[in-house]
């Protein structure tokens, strides 16, 4: 990877280790139910990391189609190899900054999980999701709580993005509507998360 590549990548949003992921979040098909994803819809799992969400989106949406997008390759491979499911799956990799450019059609749905709070110009990144959604399309960005980092621990350890990093629904709602997007709701994903959604308007 080149330098400028790397220096694409946001701060703070590795990839966590599957031991501790799978113990926090036991249940992805139920997040994914949560979050208001449909069978039929065109999906986008925007920083897919390794497919954990993907493969949930994938079963959710039957018929429907799956896009990834992440900059890392091996990530890519990974989700690629998880995720099944009759609809259509595509992998791009590619920086979330120039969306647009990445995607061949609007989609119905994105979903964006545990990677905004690490991003630089976050209203610069909802208007490039701006670009891609339908009429009537929803953004769905999971977040950690804005509770300090030695509150959520899991398996024993503190974890999730430095105390600092975290947002609060009101803080997302903010950057997200200077985009022009509309706030639709927000979902409690317990123990540490929310969803906040977000509409493009019709
Ligand atoms: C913390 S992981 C979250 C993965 C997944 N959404 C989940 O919740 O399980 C963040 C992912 O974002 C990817 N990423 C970071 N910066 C990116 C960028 N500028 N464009 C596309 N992907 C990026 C990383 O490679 C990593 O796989």
Redesign the pocket.
Known sequence: MDPEEQQ???P?????DADW?QAL?PD?EGVITALGVAPGMTVL??????????AALAGQVGNGAVYG????AE?LAAAASTCTGPGRSTWI??????LHRLLPEAVDYC?????FH??PEQTALAREIARVLKPGGLFAI?NWHARPREETPVLGQARGPRTELRMTPEQVRAVVEAAGLLPDRVVELPPYHYGALFRFPE
Do not use: E, S
């Open positions: 694409a990548f946001f703070a949003t590795v990839m966590p992921w979040w992805p799992d925007l920083c897919c990391g390794d497919g954990y969400f993907t997008v992440d900059l890392d990530m990799r590619g920086d979330a900054m120039d979903l964006m999980a545990n990677t690490g991003v999971v």
